[in-house]
């Protein structure tokens, strides 16, 4: 089946600092991309959606200057939350779409002190 | 509102028996009916798909039935082993390239 990465796997860093992760598809170019946020015991939640070389789609509440989203190349997906704060320390999916079907990333934990 | 509404939250089934977890949905214009798989701490694994031109498919141990009419897919896991315990979600969207609409979660225990 198609492989989705993440990078990092984790990530720890301090309140008001800025970091990135990447959703990478391995073997397949990914015509849109996906990324969901996900808090303990609970469902998926959509954040924005991104096509490559165009701006990314936002969920009504997600601000997105906060989380930054780009879509660099039919393979690579990046998003940066700036200036974190512990409420945003979550566990972030990303998925990609072969045009068919979705594929998921493994997931980055994010922890913000 | 929530357009995918999945049962049970929660299920334990012995080892050998059959688990069944449903979900209902709102829109008709949803197309594609996926199920994942996730572990704790892992991102969701695609188990099975469905779109609304068959009424059941079936993947070795693992059937998903389709009721186009009644708005409601299932998910059926045959021969239910400790190594399925983990949380499944449904899922459905308009095509391969929407957003995913998941169903809350059902968290499988199998139980020796």
């Known amino acids: 089946g198609a492989v989705v990465s993440q990078h990092p796997s984790r990530v720890i860093c301090k309140s008001g600092t800025s970091v990135k992760i990447e959703c990478r598809s391995l073997d397949f170019q990914a015509t849109t991309m996906f990324w969901y946020r996900q808090f303990p015991k609970q469902s998926l939640m959509l954040m924005a959606t991104s096509n490559e070389g165009s701006k990314a789609t936002y969920e009504q509440g997600v601000e997105k200057d906060k989380f930054l989203i780009n879509h660099a190349s039919l393979t690579l997906s990046t998003l940066t939350v700036t200036s974190a704060h512990p409420e945003d320390s979550s566990f972030y999916i990303c998925?990609?779409?072969?045009?068919?079907?979705?594929?998921f990333g493994p997931g980055t934990r994010l922890t913000v002190l | 509102q929530q357009q995918v509404k999945q049962s049970p939250q929660s299920l334990i089934v012995q080892k050998g028996g059959i688990s069944i977890i449903n979900c209902a949905y709102e829109?008709?214009?949803?197309?594609?009916f996926p199920w994942y798989q996730q572990f704790p701490g892992k991102g969701p694994a695609l188990l099975i798909a469905i779109r609304p031109d068959v009424s059941e498919k079936k993947e070795g141990r693992f059937t998903i039935s389709f009721n186009k009419s009644a708005k409601q897919f299932s998910l059926h896991i045959m021969d239910s082993q400790p190594g399925d315990s983990a949380t499944y979600f449904c899922?459905?969207?308009?095509?391969?390239?929407?957003?995913?609409?998941f169903g809350k979660g059902t968290r499988l225990s199998v139980i020796a």
């Open positions: 829109n008709t214009a949803f197309d594609y």
């Open positions: 998925s990609a779409s072969d045009s068919y079907t979705q594929y």
């Open positions: 899922a459905a969207s308009k095509s391969g390239n929407t957003p995913l609409v």
